[in-house]
């Protein structure tokens, strides 16, 4: 019953993150413009709370060139929090296949961290860590990664196996500790490990 509400809701979202990546923000990023490099900071609050001064806070930049002596280090960005891209000469060296993948992923990750975190509270199973705001850069270093490089993964991190093909099905064993789980129940919920993956269990 569970995987049978893991694949609709999964079906339907991954039909929804089709048609918005494929539409507006990847004909943006298609665009080759003039353009100059820049350093930004974060849209100003008004309201002075933790949040906002955090906010305030923030420094981005559209090169990938790391100065230390910076107070802070700027964040690499090429599209800003309202989904403008701010670098419009910027060439993508993934292919748009790649990326889809990518945010398929992604997608496929948040909805896989909602069936199981409702699980785990109903006591279904005895413990789980989601994802959230987590799920690009997992994707994203693993995507990086050859499938032959070895990965020694922690709590939140199983977006590195879902990408190397670690099936929601799988996860599922390993979360119910169960016969058909890999490490056979001795490990704990979202101890994830895959030969095939290589990838080492915590």
Not at 9 to 27: Q, Y
Not at 124 to 148: K, N, P, T, V
């Amino acid at each position: 019953p569970v995987m049978n509400v893991v694949s609709r809701r999964l079906r339907a979202r991954l039909v929804s993150c089709r048609r918005a990546f494929s539409s507006e923000t990847l004909m943006k990023m298609k665009q080759a413009q003039t353009g100059s490099a820049k350093i930004e900071t974060g849209p100003a609050q008004t309201e002075e709370d933790s949040s906002s001064k955090l906010r305030k806070s923030r420094v981005y930049t559209t090169e990938l060139d790391l100065k230390l002596e910076k107070t802070n280090i700027p964040c690499f960005r090429i599209i800003d929090e309202e989904g403008e891209v701010v670098k419009k000469d910027y060439k993508p060296s993934l292919s748009v296949e790649k990326m889809i993948k990518i945010y398929e992923t992604m997608s496929k990750l948040t909805v896989m961290d909602k069936i199981f975190y409702d699980a785990q509270r109903q006591g279904r199973i005895s413990f789980f860590m989601q994802h959230m705001g987590e799920q690009a850069a997992l994707i994203a270093s693993a995507a990086a990664l050859d499938h032959d490089d070895v990965v020694y993964t922690q709590y939140r991190e199983a977006g590195v196996y879902m990408w190397r093909g670690f099936d929601i099905q799988q996860m599922s064993h390993q979360c119910y500790g169960n016969v058909h789980d890999y490490g056979k129940g001795r490990q704990m919920p979202i101890h994830y490990g895959s030969r095939g993956g290589n990838g080492h269990t915590p």
